[in-house]
């Protein structure tokens, strides 16, 4: 059983910045691609931004392109999310997913394990 665990949400002034982590249990961590991805009260969980094992490709959503980065450290079976340039639309519970594949994957359908979120909010 994998086990995702996130941290580093809170508040934040909008245009500030936040750096969200997942850690995961020791395994396969390194073999799978991952995501982020996001909720909002009365929302649907929408996908943020995915990276493929090995880090060197990386997919954004729309709404978050040029202002999230992503990357992971297999050494650490650590990923990450560098929020920079928040805005109020991007308050949400964050949650961060380990894929079926080692490809990038866009869809929660595509995703096995989930962490239990941790929540971002923007004041504007």
């Known amino acids: 059983q994998v086990q995702l665990v996130e941290s580093g949400g809170g508040l934040v002034q909008a245009g500030g910045s936040l750096r969200l982590s997942c850690a995961a249990s020791?395994?396969?961590?390194?073999?799978?691609?991952m995501g982020w991805f996001r909720q909002a009260p009365g929302k649907e969980r929408e996908f943020v931004a995915a990276?493929?094992?090995?880090?060197?490709?990386?997919k954004f959503s729309d709404s978050v392109k040029g202002r999230f980065t992503i990357s992971r450290d297999n050494s650490k079976n650590t990923m990450y999310l560098q929020m920079n340039s928040l805005k109020p639309g991007d308050a949400a519970v964050y949650y961060c997913?380990?894929?079926?594949?080692?490809?990038?994957?866009?869809?929660?359908?595509?995703?096995?394990?989930w962490g239990q979120g941790t929540q971002v909010t923007v004041s504007s």
């Open positions: 997913a380990r894929a079926r594949a080692t490809r990038i994957l866009d869809t929660r359908a595509g995703y096995e394990y």
């Open positions: 020791a395994g396969t961590f390194s073999t799978y691609a």
């Open positions: 990276i493929t094992w090995s880090g060197d490709v990386t």
